[in-house]
């Protein structure tokens, strides 16, 4: 069964703490994406990647960087953790001709900054 | 914004009846997707319609689209306790990136 695995379920940290947030897939997919869920705001993009050592700044890429340097493999990083990065980190990843296919997501990370 | 916006926001219906949701967008797009979500987990890909595509069927789900009206409608029919979730539309304009709506929190009652 294919699937995108999110390295944690859930997160604590602490103010001011480097994130690691990791994303692994395993169908060869080219495109992978973070998003961030907040209650009332739905799913917002903060960066994408269309293949290896590439990105794109989504649409809230304030605070946050991405790595990309294996295929499989997309980590996002919280520079210095805030409280109000508190939220679900949902991970998703595509093949390249997204108009017939959609994306695959993974279980997410529920990030608490305290 | 090219976001899709749903509605109703949430909706209640008895197991058996029709669960309807419409999605509403403001620009062209290349396809519309809906997606599902069970409570605290990641998104899972139910149906894609192309923007040259009317209607679309997979089991118990229908989803309309009229490009003329930018909307889409998802019909989950002879709802199940199980269909409970929050459902959300991804409008895939130019590019490789989907945009998606709010979603419509679906409660079936046993």
């Known amino acids: 069964d294919v699937k995108v695995t999110q390295s944690s379920r859930y997160l604590v940290k602490r103010t001011g703490e480097k994130v690691f947030l990791e994303c692994v897939q395993d169908?060869?997919?080219?495109?992978m994406f973070w998003y961030r869920q907040d209650p009332g705001l739905g799913l917002r993009l903060i960066y994408f990647s269309y293949d290896v050592k590439m990105k794109e700044k989504g649409d809230i890429p304030e605070g946050y960087s991405v790595s990309r340097e294996k295929k499989e493999r997309f980590s996002l990083i919280l520079e210095s953790a805030s409280t109000n990065q508190t939220s679900m980190y949902l991970c998703?990843?595509?093949?390249?001709?997204?108009?017939?296919?959609?994306?695959?997501f993974g279980s997410g990370t529920r990030l608490t900054v305290v | 914004s090219q976001q899709g916006e749903e509605d109703p926001q949430a909706l209640s219906i008895q197991e058996g009846e029709n669960a309807t949701m419409n999605c509403s967008y403001k620009?062209?797009?290349?396809?519309l997707q809906w997606y599902r979500q069970n409570s605290g987990r990641g998104l899972v890909h139910l149906i894609l319609?192309?923007?040259?595509?009317r209607e679309k069927h997979s089991g118990r789900l229908r989803v309309t689209l009229d490009t003329s009206k930018k909307s889409s409608s998802l019909l989950i029919t002879a709802s199940r306790a199980a269909d409970t979730a929050s459902y959300f539309c991804a409008i895939k304009a130019a590019g490789n990136k989907l945009t998606f709506g709010g979603g419509t929190r679906v409660l079936v009652k046993p």
């Open positions: 998703a990843s595509s093949l390249s001709d997204t108009f017939f296919y959609g994306y695959t």
């Open positions: 319609i192309r923007s040259n595509e």
């Open positions: 620009t062209s797009i290349n396809n």
């Open positions: 169908m060869d997919h080219e495109n």
